[in-house]
């Protein structure tokens, strides 16, 4: 009885030694270092990285017997930290690095690191000096690569944002998500008031800005009025035209110009894209319409406050509208130009316009 228990005992012993020289010799793997119920291996024992957006990449050692030694084939472009079970990998230059793992059992991992030079975006105006509502066209190009792919830019960046700093307005171009993508690569933009724009590209990448491009844009306001030069209005146009400024969502401007009598004259007004009541959109585009004429020309000429201003629309302008009331005048050096309110027995509400003319 003895001799069979101490032979049942060696054999437990024996299957336990087995058992925890199996459990600390199992082959070595790596994860990424995120925290969560999920399982995030590493790949085809391969990692990218991008450089310089990502200025790291975190990872968990996995299996061996625990001690693990560390060999990096260049450290002139990636430096590694060990603490533990947990690497951490740091760019320094782009190119391909070995890093190899091993332990005390002779397990290893041999992991490629891609560290990918960054693909920088900037962006390119086909014209830097135009007029107030002239077409000015933008595009986006790379100095790192001929050519690059959807997929290569939503790896490098999380969104592309097309500011203009001095007033703080945003256009989005690439927008990316697990779900979705949106990316416009050409786009155009009317400025409406004459000024020098510094137009801004922003990458980001992990919430953080990782690129930038810069254009400065001379907007001047030297035609007659708007975008018409009277001379050069020799027949009615046979469709209005909409002006779009990326950066406003609520409304578009929308012009015309008309022949009558040999004498031109151009009307604008707004059209709505928010779908406001017609009456309520109407007083909208009164005050915008208003303050639009102000920011040009300064304070109207005659008012209000005027107690001749329907005597001198009468006096003063040659292509009147029947039963429209005058609301203001701005006389230029080389326009007339009135907002007047009409009523549209069609849809039964009033709107408002601004009609033009020359001052001679």
Known sequence: ???????????????????????????????????????????????????PAETKKELVIFGGDGTYS?????????????????????PLAPGNVMVTISDGRNNSYALKVQIKSQLIVKMNAKEKEGNIFDLMEFNLFSYSEKDFTLLDLT????????????????FRLLEHSWNSTHFTWKWSNCFFLPAEYKTCLQGYKNSKVVSGDTISINIA??????????????????????????FLKEYDFVSYAIITDGVPFACLYIVDHMNIEKPVFALKSKQILFDYMCSLYSKPTYSQDNVSLLTNYNELFKNKKDGAVPECIWITPKSKIVLLKEYD???????????AEPSR
């Open 70 to 90: 560390i060999n990096n084939s260049d450290e002139t472009k990636l430096a590694i930290s060990k603490i533990d079970g947990y690497l951490t990998l740091t």
């Open 1 to 51: 009885m003895k001799t069979k228990l101490l032979f049942l005992l060696l054999l437990l012993a024996t299957v336990i030694g087995c058992r925890k020289e199996d459990e600390n010799n199992h082959s070595i793997e790596l994860q990424y270092a995120v925290f969560n119920d999920k399982s995030n291996p590493v790949t085809n024992n391969q990692v990218t990285i991008n450089f």
């Open 221 to 246: 306001n030297n035609k007659d009025f708007l975008g018409y030069n009277w001379k050069d209005v020799v027949r009615t146009d046979r469709y209005n035209t909409g002006y779009q400024n990326v």
């Open 155 to 170: 790896e490098a960046y999380d969104s592309l944002v097309w500011t203009c700093c001095n007033t703080n307005q945003r």
């Open 345 to 355: 027995g069609v849809k039964e509400y009033f709107k408002y316009k601004i009609y």
